[in-house]
C-alpha cells in the first residue's frame, strides 16, 4: 500500500542481507570447481579465474543496479520500465533458474552427503517433496537455515584454503587449449557462479534505509554494497584459491577427482587433512565438511522452491498469469504456484542422470535472466547512470549474452528446456490476458502520456486531532468491540486494520499494479461495513485498513509507527500448536518489536 503513504517494513540490514546472498551465491563452488576439472583437468585454473573475474563484474554491476532500485531491482522490476514484454521474458528466465536451482542443489546435497549414485536421483525427489510439503504451510522464513549455515560454510572454505596453502604448487598445472573456441566452451560450461544476485536486488526493497535517506526518498546503495561487496570478494577468492588447492593434489589423484567432481569440497578436506594431520583427521573432516555443505545446499533447496511459488504468484497478482494461481491454501499459500514449483523440479531430476546435465539446464536460466536485468538497465535513458556505469553495464551485457547464445548452441538440452518454460508461460499469459478481457493496443506516445498512473495523485486522509486507536482483528472479534468502546470514551480516531495473510516467501514481493481493496474481500468488507455503521452511531471516526502481506506482525508494526498510533490494539490468537511452530504468533512478534511509546492492548 504504498501509494496510500504505507511502505514494507525496511528491516534487512546489510548482515543479513549478505547471509542470504552467500546462501546461494557462496554454494557455488561447491560445484563449480570439480565441474572446471572433468572440463578441462588440470589445465582449468585460468576458466576458473575467468568465471571468478566475471562474476565480480556482475557483482559491481548488481551494486549499481541495487543503487537506482530501492525498491526492488530484480529482472522483474527492472525491465519493466522498459518493456512488459522483456519483464516477463525475464521473469520466465528466472522462473527455469529456481526451478534448475531446486533440482541441483538438492542433487549436490545428495553427492555430500554420499548417497550411492543409483540413488540419488530419488533421494533428491523426496528431498523436493518434502521441501514442498514445509511450504505449505507457509514456511515464511525460509532463509533463516541459510544465515545460520553461512559462518560454518565460509570457516570450511577457510580452513581448506589454510590446510592447502603450504602445498600450492604450479608443478601440475598444464596450458590451456591453444583454440580460443575451445577455451571459450569450457568457460561457458563452468559459469554457475551467478545465480543469487538476482535475489539480493530483489531485496533492496525491504533493506534498510542508509543514513542520509527517509522512506519518501529512499536510498539503499550503502547497504547494498556492503551486502554484495564481501560476499563477492569472498567467492572470487575463495574458488579460486580452491580451484588451485584442486590442481596442487599430485596427478596420481586425477582418477579420484574425477569420480568425485560433484563433492569436490569434501575430497579436498580429506585430503589436505590427511596431508597434515594423518588419515584420520583427513576422514573427519570430509564427513564435516560433507554435511555443512549438504546442509547449506539442502537450504538453498527449499529458497529456490519459495521463491518460485513467490515470483509466479507475483506475475498472476500482475495479471500476467490466470488468476487461478492467486488461489490460497488454508495457510495462505498459493495452491497452483506450489504445485507447479514442486513438480517442475521433480521432472527435471527425473529426466536428468547426472549433475553435469543440470549445470546446462542451470546455466542457460539464470545468465539469460541476468543478461535481460543489464541490458534493460544499460539501455534505459531514464537511469541516472554515470557514464562509466553506462559503459561497464554494456560490456557485462554483450559477455553474457555471448554466453547465453553459446550455451544455446553448445547444449540443446538447455535451449529446449528454456523453450518449453517461455513456451508455456506465454502461453499461459496470453490466455490469462485473453480470460480478463484484455486486448493487446498499440497507441503513440502522446495518447499514453494521457492514461499514465503517475497523472493521477495519491489519495491522503485529513485527520482530526485526538488519540489514535488501531486495532487489528481476523474476523469479528470482541476486540473490536472494545475498541470502538475505548475510541469513544478517548474521543479518539480508530483505524480498524484488516491484513490479508499470504505465505509468500520471495524476495523483494510488492504488490499488484493497483492497490487491493477491502471491498473486494467478504471477510474484510463484513467487518468494514459493521465498523463503519457502528461508529457512525456512536459518533466515532472509522477509517478502515486493508493490506496484504506475508508477514503480519511486521505489516502491524509498520502501520503503527507510520501512522501515529497511540494505542495498538490486538485479539489473542486460537491457532494449533503446529501452525504457531510454522508460521510465529502475531501477538507475540508485535508485543517484542512495538516502541515503548505506544501502548499496547491485549484483548482475549
Known amino acids: 500500500m504504498e501509494s496510500a503513504g504505507v511502505h514494507r517494513p525496511r528491516n534487512l540490514d546489510w548482515k543479513r542481507a549478505a547471509a542470504l546472498l552467500y546462501g546461494d551465491w557462496g554454494t557455488s563452488k561447491a560445484y563449480v570447481i570439480g565441474l572446471a576439472f572433468i572440463t578441462a583437468g588440470y589445465a582449468s585454473l585460468p576458466i576458473i579465474v575467468a568465471v571468478c573475474l566475471l562474476t565480480a563484474l556482475v557483482g559491481y554491476n548488481y551494486i549499481v543496479i541495487c543503487k537506482h532500485f530501492p525498491d526492488g531491482g530484480g529482472v522483474y522490476s527492472a525491465a519493466r ?131 542520509d535517506s527517509s522512506m519518501e526518498n529512499p536510498k539503499v546503495s550503502e547497504t547494498a554494497k556492503k551486502a554484495i561487496l564481501p560476499v563477492a570478494i569472498e567467492v572470487v577468492l575463495g574458488t579460486t584459491l580452491l580451484g588451485w588447492a584442486m590442481l596442487s593434489l599430485d596427478k596420481s589423484n586425477a582418477q579420484l577427482l574425477h569420480d568425485r567432481w560433484e563433492d569436490m569440497m569434501s575430497v579436498l578436506a580429506q585430503q589436505y587433512a590427511t596431508l597434515n594431520f594423518g588419515p584420520s583427521a583427513g576422514k573427519t573432516l570430509g564427513i564435516i565438511v560433507g554435511v555443512v555443505v549438504g546442509l547449506l545446499l539442502l537450504s538453498a533447496v527449499n529458497t529456490a522452491v519459495a521463491a518460485l511459488i513467490g515470483l509466479v504468484y507475483m506475475m498472476a497478482r500482475d495479471g500476467e498469469m490466470p488468476k487461478s494461481f492467486t488461489r490460497l491454501n488454508l495457510h495462505g499459500v498459493p495452491r497452483i504456484p506450489l504445485i507447479l514449483a514442486t513438480l517442475g523440479p521433480i521432472l527435471v531430476v527425473a529426466f536428468t542422470s547426472r549433475l553435469e546435465s543440470l549445470a546446462g539446464l542451470y546455466a542457460i536460466g539464470v545468465v539469460g535472466a541476468i543478461t535481460v536485468n543489464l541490458g534493460s538497465c544499460c539501455w534505459n535513458k531514464l537511469l541516472p547512470l554515470k557514464w562509466y556505469e553506462r559503459a561497464i553495464m554494456g560490456f557485462s551485457f554483450l559477455v553474457l549474452f555471448a554466453v547465453e547464445i553459446t550455451l544455446a548452441k553448445t547444449k540443446p538440452d538447455a535451449l529446449f528446456f528454456a523453450v518449453c518454460v517461455l513456451g508455456t508461460g506465454f502461453g499461459l499469459r496470453a490466455y490469462a490476458q485473453k480470460r480478463a478481457g484484455l486486448q493487446t493496443l498499440t497507441v503513440a506516445r502522446e495518447v499514453a502520456a494521457h492514461v499514465s498512473p503517475s497523472l493521477f495523485p495519491d489519495f491522503k486522509f485529513s485527520f482530526s486531532p485526538g488519540q489514535k486507536i488501531l486495532v487489528a482483528a481476523r474476523g469479528n472479534t470482541p476486540v473490536l468491540k472494545f475498541a470502538l468502546e475505548e475510541a469513544q470514551l478517548r474521543q479518539g480516531m480508530l483505524y480498524v486494520l484488516y491484513v490479508k495473510e499470504i505465505a509468500v516467501a520471495f524476495p523483494g514481493f510488492r504488490e499488484a499494479p493497483e492497490p487491493q481493496k477491502w471491498q473486494n474481500d467478504d471477510t474484510a468488507s463484513a467487518i468494514m461495513y459493521s465498523m463503519l455503521d457502528q461508529g457512525k452511531k456512536v459518533g466515532v471516526t472509522v477509517i478502515p485498513l486493508y493490506t496484504v502481506s506475508d508477514s503480519p506482525a511486521d505489516t502491524i508494526l509498520d502501520l503503527t509507527a507510520t501512522l501515529g498510533i497511540d494505542i495498538l490494539m490486538l485479539g489473542t490468537s486460537h491457532r494449533t500448536r503446529l501452525t504457531n511452530l510454522l508460521r510465529g504468533n502475531v501477538v507475540v512478534e508485535v508485543a517484542k518489536n512495538l516502541p515503548e511509546n505506544i501502548q499496547l492492548i491485549i484483548h482475549s
Open 81 to 211: 520500465k522498459q518493456s512488459a514484454f522483456l519483464a516477463i521474458l525475464g521473469a520466465l528466465l528466472l522462473v527455469a533458474n529456481f526451478t534448475v536451482t531446486a533440482a541441483m542443489s538438492g542433487w549436490a546435497a545428495m553427492s555430500y552427503f554420499r548417497v550411492p549414485k543409483e540413488w540419488v536421483g530419488l533421494a533428491t525427489i523426496l528431498v523436493i517433496l518434502l521441501v514442498a510439503v514445509i511450504n505449505g504451510f507457509g514456511a515464511k522464513h525460509s532463509g533463516s537455515m541459510a544465515v545460520i549455515l553461512a559462518l560454518p560454510m565460509v570457516f570450511i572454505v577457510l580452513a581448506i584454503i589454510g590446510l592447502s596453502l603450504p602445498h600450492l604448487t604450479q608443478a601440475h598445472l598444464e596450458p590451456t587449449h591453444s583454440s580460443f573456441r575451445q577455451n571459450w566452451v569450457s568457460f561457458v560450461g563452468v559459469i554457475l557462479a551467478l545465480s543469487g544476485v538476482e535475489a539480493i536486488a530483489n531485496l533492496t526493497g525491504v533493506m534498510r534505509l542508509d543514513r
